[in-house]
């Protein structure tokens, strides 16, 4: 079995990039360097997992991703300039979680996950 990273599709991979790191404390891990010089592909790690960035219209499904502490993290991300779209809250299933989208549309999910 191979692990499965998921895409996000950025108009702008280079400058999406630099907002996640800033935003949500991703680590770059690999950029691939597109044909116009400028960032085709990136690979940022995200916890113990990742998620690939790529050229495209942005608006997929949203992505889940597991932190430690949602409060921190929401701080971090509303002073980055993320738009909220759902506050930090305590769910009926055990989780705290938040929602945002980025500054291309992309919904970003956030929480203590506990199935």
């Known amino acids: 079995m191979r692990t499965v990273y998921p895409l996000v599709?950025?108009?702008?991979p280079g400058k999406?990039?630099?907002w996640l790191?800033?935003?949500?404390?991703?680590?770059?891990?690999?950029l691939?360097?597109?044909a116009d010089g400028g960032v085709g592909h990136g690979e940022l790690i995200v916890g113990t997992g990742m998620i690939m960035t790529g050229t495209g219209e942005p608006?997929?499904?949203g992505i889940y991703v597991v932190v430690?502490?949602?409060?921190?993290?929401?701080?971090?991300?509303?002073?980055?300039?993320?738009e909220v779209?759902?506050?930090?809250a305590d769910q009926d299933y055990g989780s705290r979680d938040y929602a945002c989208r980025d500054p291309e549309g992309?919904?970003?999910?956030?929480?203590?996950y506990r199935p």
Do not use: I, L
């Open 9 to 12: 599709r950025y108009r702008d």
């Open 16 to 18: 999406a990039v630099d």
């Open 21 to 30: 790191v800033q935003a949500f404390g991703f680590e770059v891990h690999e």
């Open 32 to 34: 691939v360097t597109a």
């Open 59 to 61: 608006g997929g499904p």
């Open 68 to 82: 430690d502490d949602p409060d921190a993290h929401h701080a971090r991300a509303v002073a980055a300039g993320a």
């Open 85 to 88: 779209t759902r506050e930090p």
């Open 106 to 112: 992309n919904d970003w999910y956030f929480g203590t």
